[in-house]
């Protein structure tokens, strides 16, 4: 019961899998579906449909494919501890990058924070003022109108593929996801302050949010914003060595160049 209301049956089965599953984790042992079938008086069609959802939003890792111990994740826990109340939408944003449910909470309203109130400044034309801010401070002075809402375009695109997991397409969409991250911490903080958090759980999910930058690649993006000028690239320039090595040409009139798992559509492009 919480609240005075009973906890949905598929929510409880899914809260006691994770239950007996931390205790075959503590005793590192496999997991039985027949045994579990039996402890949750539910077929073993049933369990493993459970536990694939589990698995499926990053609560747990099962172990069942290796024949190892399961493990539950940070995220696991969190939804044991809130009796599986958390929306189906934060299970299922970056299930496989950010362990923390606060953390994925704060990117997935950060993301509709920020997509929101940039569309606001356009409609209210201070798009250029809103997009410098969102860039590194030495390629600001680039921003122009056709700038702006490119930029607007890439934030839009980035949240479509960070819902579907996957990483960003151009180095604008990367830029962007600084923001996202900004935000995210921001009201982290915000809860913090109201005493929604403690000072433990907001660096735990501080801490678990930069899994976005292992989407991502990596975090070479943050290196930007020691630039001091739109030309000062992170290459130095173009050149085939520096490409074959892997270091991004981050000039600003390379940042909608698709990278080459992206096919060039919309506003990204050659």
């Known amino acids: 019961m919480e609240n005075g209301h009973a906890i949905p049956e598929g929510l409880t089965r899914k809260i006691r899998l994770l239950e007996l599953a931390g205790v ?3 005793a590192d042992e496999p997991l039985d579906i027949a045994n579990l079938a039996r402890e949750l008086r ?3 069609r049933d369990v493993r449909a459970a536990i694939a959802q589990l698995v499926e939003t990053g609560l747990l890792f099962s172990g069942l494919d290796e024949g190892l111990a399961p493990i539950v994740s940070r995220a696991g826990s969190q939804f044991v501890e809130r ?4 929306p189906r939408e934060v299970l299922r944003f970056l299930s496989r990058f950010v362990d923390d449910l606060h953390g994925r909470e704060a990117l997935l309203r ?3 924070v920020l ?3 940039f569309r606001d400044q356009l409609l209210q034309g201070v798009a250029v003022e809103h997009a ?3 860039v590194p401070p030495g390629f600001a002075a680039a921003v122009n ?3 702006a809402l490119d930029l607007f375009a890439a934030a839009v695109a980035l949240m479509v593929r960070l819902s579907d997991e996957r990483p960003a397409g151009c180095v604008a969409e990367e830029i962007i996801a600084v923001s996202l991250l900004e935000g995210a911490e921001e009201w982290l903080g915000e809860r913090f302050e109201r005493g929604e958090l403690t000072a433990a759980e907001q660096a ?5 949010m930069r899994g976005l930058f292992e989407l991502l690649g990596d975090d070479d993006v943050l290196g930007m914003w020691a630039r001091r000028a739109p030309d000062d690239a992170a290459t130095g320039g173009p050149g085939q060595l520096k490409q074959q090595i892997g270091v991004m040409d981050r000039r600003v009139e390379s940042w909608f160049v698709p990278f080459g798992w992206v096919i060039p559509a919309g506003y990204i492009g050659d």
Do not use: Q
């Open 24 to 26: 075959a984790g503590a």
């Open 42 to 44: 539910a077929s073993s």
């Open 83 to 86: 009796d599986g109340r958390v």
């Open 110 to 112: 950060a993301s509709t």
């Open 115 to 117: 997509v929101g109130g």
């Open 132 to 134: 410098a801010r969102l």
């Open 145 to 147: 109108e056709g700038l």
């Open 204 to 208: 735990s999910a501080a801490e678990e």
